[in-house]
């Protein structure tokens, strides 16, 4: 068993290592294709001001007056070496920018991909019990909703609901304005976090609860469960013996395979609530030219992706027995 275990981690770090060159190739192909001036990105509204001389020397210090394939190599080498460079926007290392942002954005999906969860799990187990019924076509008709409904729109929505007109969630930041960081309290992170949380994790409710519902539907109908509903065994009963385990590994590995999902809502979240956070650093790289900050960003996601499904693959091979058996007969 570990020794499988061991050879499937050595299989998916080689995967991890192709996949993270691919990506670095493309990404740097794309970026330095683009149509945004990173000089005019990194001058901002002095542009003006710049003459050619002050654009080469800029060019120089950062090296984008050289050829693209140089540029990649010297980054590609200096990545091998543990060094992600300096951010353009920020000033500073992008490892601390990474780091401080990531912090922020991880305790934001967390609760988003609990919430949702949760909350899909109990939905579409409830809707399979209840099939057919007005409870099932409400859960149905709300996940064909939520399923069709852009994350930015959600997230406009419960402003305008929760912060403008009823007062109870601050409207958007991470922290309140004008107060010393010694200031803040863990409550306060909390509140600004609540809303942008509530809006990523709605919308990932559809696609486990939907796919939860047809799961548990397909085991009701299995000659096992007709057999157990023949010697009496109803409700929930009926679903902790039979369903529970059936569904739950399905929906594991389904919510951690919703990684990138995940990761692509609270891009949009954070900037609807200007949470600071690694997803609008992101849109900040992007549109301000900063390569460095975001060629670390997209190689940061990839792992974080990859990560979510090894995972999922994991726990389904440590909780289901024929996994295990399958790989011994194979």
């Known amino acids: 068993m570990i020794g499988r275990l061991l050879k499937a981690a050595a299989w998916r770090a080689?995967?991890?290592?192709?996949?993270?060159?691919?990506?670095?190739?493309?990404?740097?192909?794309?970026?330095?294709?683009?149509?945004?001036?990173p000089i005019q990105a990194y001058v901002g509204a002095d542009v003006m001001r710049v003459g050619p001389e002050q654009r080469a020397q800029i060019a120089e210090y950062w090296?984008?007056?050289?050829?693209?394939?140089?540029?990649f190599l010297q980054w590609a080498g200096a990545l091998l070496r543990g060094d992600l460079g300096a951010s353009m926007i920020y000033r500073m290392p992008v490892a601390e920018v990474?780091?401080?942002r990531f912090a922020n954005s991880l305790a934001l999906m967390s609760a988003a991909w609990l919430l949702s969860g949760l909350i899909g799990f109990a939905a579409g187990s409830l809707a399979a019990m209840k099939e057919g019924t007005w409870?099932?076509?409400?859960?149905?008709?709300?996940?064909y909703v939520l399923a069709s409904t852009p994350t930015f729109w959600m997230g406009l929505l419960l402003v305008i609901v929760f912060a403008v007109w009823l007062g109870w969630f601050p409207v958007a930041l991470g922290v309140p304005a004008g107060v010393m960081a010694g200031q803040v309290s863990w409550w306060d992170h909390v509140r600004h976090m609540i809303l942008p949380a509530l809006t990523l994790g709605i919308v990932g409710i559809s696609g486990i609860a939907l796919h939860t519902r047809q799961k548990l539907l397909d085991v009701l109908s299995s000659e096992y469960v007709l057999f157990a509903r023949a010697r009496g065994e109803r409700g929930w009963t009926l679903f902790r013996r039979h369903g529970l385990r059936n569904v739950a590994l399905p929906a594991i590995t389904l919510q951690f395979a919703s990684f990138s999902e995940l990761f692509g809502g609270a891009v949009l979240a954070e900037q609807v609530f200007s949470y600071p956070g690694l997803g609008q650093a992101t849109v900040e790289a992007g549109l301000r030219g900063d390569i460095p900050l975001l060629l670390a960003i997209v190689l940061f996601s990839?792992?974080?992706?990859f990560i979510g499904n090894a995972i999922g693959d994991l726990l389904y091979r440590l909780i289901d027995p024929r996994t295990r058996e399958g790989g011994r007969s194979a």
């Not at 090296?63 to 540029?71: K, S, Y």
């Not at 409870?135 to 996940?143: G, S």
Request: proline share 6%; with cysteine; glycine share 4%.
């Open 14 to 37: 080689v995967r991890l290592i192709l996949l993270l060159v691919a990506v670095s190739v493309v990404s740097f192909a794309l970026v330095s294709h683009s149509p945004v001036d």
């Open 63 to 71: 090296g984008l007056d050289r050829p693209p394939a140089e540029r």
């Open 98 to 100: 990474i780091g401080e």
């Open 135 to 143: 409870i099932d076509r409400l859960i149905r008709w709300y996940c």
């Open 302 to 305: 990839a792992i974080f992706v």
